[in-house]
């Protein structure tokens, strides 16, 4: 999953909400190290304590005061006195933002980028899958790697993953990106913009420091605030809320060469009724990252809950499970509290304004992950940007955000996300045993089938055979319990995607 900080204007009153983009802190946001937003709490530093065993408030001492780390380059900024209309103008700095501006300058036309800390490293811890990065020649932007995962069902069954995964070095990759950028003739502005004029062949982008920027297209990639992209229907997603430290502990007891994608064992619970209590109608899983004997990212995580499970509540588990699994932690160099929606309706489609990433509603509904599916995305906005602006089609305004509309979001991937979210539908359902029964079916699946829902690799036609061959591995009582609570959910998507047409 994708660790992501994010940023989110929904009622969460229950969460502390933290600015994020995509892939499981999972992605990139990020499921991990990659995803979260919302003005975050992401901290760098060390601070040390003595500790016997931990509370949630101990632990939490631990946490260093918030440092920003820059870029040690400077960048080449917007001169608005110049009144020019740039072709692109790209509305937030995360990576699904940069890796449009970065392509689209690469052709040849002018992009301005414009994000309120635009030098600053990206907070969220990124974990994702080595193939999908290896497929986007982003290898170099991985620093650490583990040749396999494993999955706690429970403390009599496990399953391991025989597929490499990664974390990203969140340096490596935006100072590649932004490299490229300035390479490329991209400028920038460091403001928030907080309103859109649009006129029938360019946009008027007004931002909080008083300065006009003219652009003939408006993307959006501002993640989860959902800055300038237009809704139409109720946003009620699910919520995915995690808390996540990177440590320094006196030991672990897992095998540092094997990253741990899910812990679903409960025993940490026994003496605690309340919690576990909680945590069978809600249950949680750890995820973690161990990178040595004494240094380890360790996150609790709620897959999916509507409404979110408290931050508190996360974090009191984390605590039970470390004093039980006799983790000693000695210092804390980060934490991240996350918060991703999951599903809820698309934006408008189209609208004047293009999308990328959580803006335009592509986090996987079932799983969190964004990054490695937003990266994938970006070319295929870019291009159609490109194909219509640097042409003599005479496309314009509402005509040519269509179209990249059309491009990002066809019906292939529409359909796609209908089984998705009706995927995060039945999960929303399911208790802790019923949750343990379906990942165990779910990685018993040939391996095509798995990776596929989790890289979004699959379509419709191939959902339905993933759909019937996770019927058929899962137990009786596992068929029983998707077919009494997914009943409702299926008939839903059916008629989605009866009423959805080109």
């Known amino acids: 999953m994708d660790t992501?900080?994010?940023?989110?204007?929904?009622?969460?009153?229950?969460?502390?909400?933290?600015?994020?983009f995509g892939d499981k802190v999972s992605a990139f946001s990020s499921p991990k190290p990659?995803?979260?937003?919302?003005?975050g709490t992401q901290k760098n530093g060390i601070s040390k304590a003595v500790s016997q065993k931990t509370s949630s408030s101990a632990l939490l001492e631990l946490v260093p005061e918030t440092k920003k780390e820059n870029l040690e380059f400077g960048l080449p900024l917007f001169d608005p006195?110049?009144?020019?209309?740039?072709?692109?103008?790209?509305?937030?700095?995360?990576?699904?933002?940069?890796?449009?501006?970065?392509?689209?300058?690469?052709a040849g036309l002018s992009v301005c980028s414009i994000d309120p800390s635009p030098s600053v490293i990206w907070p969220n811890n990124y974990g994702v899958w080595v193939d999908e990065f290896e497929a986007m020649d982003l290898l170099d932007c991985l620093d650490t790697t583990w040749s396999c995962a494993v999955v706690f069902i429970d403390n009599k069954s496990t399953k391991n993953l025989d597929?490499?995964?990664?974390?990203?070095?969140?340096k490596q990759l935006k100072s590649k990106m932004m490299q490229k950028c300035i390479k490329n003739g991209v400028k920038f502005h460091q403001a928030k913009v907080v309103k859109v004029i649009h006129e029938e062949s360019k946009?008027?982008?007004i931002c909080n420091d008083g300065v006009t920027i003219q652009a003939t297209v408006v993307l959006d990639a501002t993640g989860f605030s959902r800055c300038l992209v237009q809704y139409d229907k109720p946003y009620n997603p699910g919520y995915q809320v995690a808390y996540g430290i990177l440590a320094e502990v006196e030991e672990h007891p897992f095998d540092i060469n094997k990253m741990v994608f899910m812990d679903w064992r409960d025993s940490h619970l026994k003496n605690n009724k309340e919690l576990k209590e909680r945590n069978r109608k809600i249950p949680t899983f750890l995820y973690a990252m161990p990178f040595s004997s004494q240094r380890i990212f360790l996150e609790e995580t709620s897959l999916v809950a509507q409404p979110g499970v408290p931050m508190k509540d996360i974090q009191e588990r984390m605590v039970a499970r470390l004093n039980h699994l006799g983790i000693r932690v000695k210092s804390i160099e980060e934490d991240e509290h996350c918060v991703i929606p999951m599903g809820g309706c698309l934006p408008v489609l189209p609208q004047r304004v293009i999308g990328i990433g959580g803006t335009a509603g592509m986090v996987h509904p079932s799983t969190g992950y964004m990054?490695?599916?937003?990266l994938a995305a970006a070319p295929i906005v870019a291009n159609a940007i490109v194909k219509f602006l640097d042409s003599d089609t005479n496309v314009f305004g509402d005509e040519l955000s269509a179209k990249v509309w059309k491009d990002l979001w066809p019906i292939e991937r529409r359909r796609q996300r209908e089984f998705f979210c009706f995927g995060m539908d039945v999960l929303l359902k399911l208790d802790l045993q019923g949750t343990r029964r379906f990942f165990d079916a779910?990685?018993?699946?040939?391996p095509r089938y798995w990776h596929g829902f989790l890289s979004s690799r699959l379509f419709l036609p191939e959902l339905i055979l993933f759909g019937l061959s996770l019927f058929r591995h899962a137990s009786n009582t596992s068929r029983l319990e998707i077919m009494s609570k997914g009943?409702?959910?299926?008939?839903f998507m059916i008629n989605n995607l009866l009423q959805d047409r080109e």
């Open 81 to 106: 006195s110049k009144g020019v209309v740039v072709d692109l103008a790209v509305v937030g700095g995360g990576p699904a933002g940069l890796a449009v501006a970065q392509q689209v300058s690469e």
């Open 442 to 446: 779910f990685f018993n699946l040939e």
């Open 371 to 374: 990054v490695s599916r937003t």
């Open 4 to 20: 992501f900080l994010l940023n989110t204007h929904t009622k969460l009153d229950i969460l502390h909400t933290v600015s994020v």
């Open 163 to 170: 597929r490499p995964y990664g974390r990203v070095n969140r």
């Open 203 to 205: 946009s008027l982008l």
């Open 487 to 491: 009943t409702v959910p299926l008939a």
């Open 34 to 39: 990659s995803r979260c937003h919302s003005k």
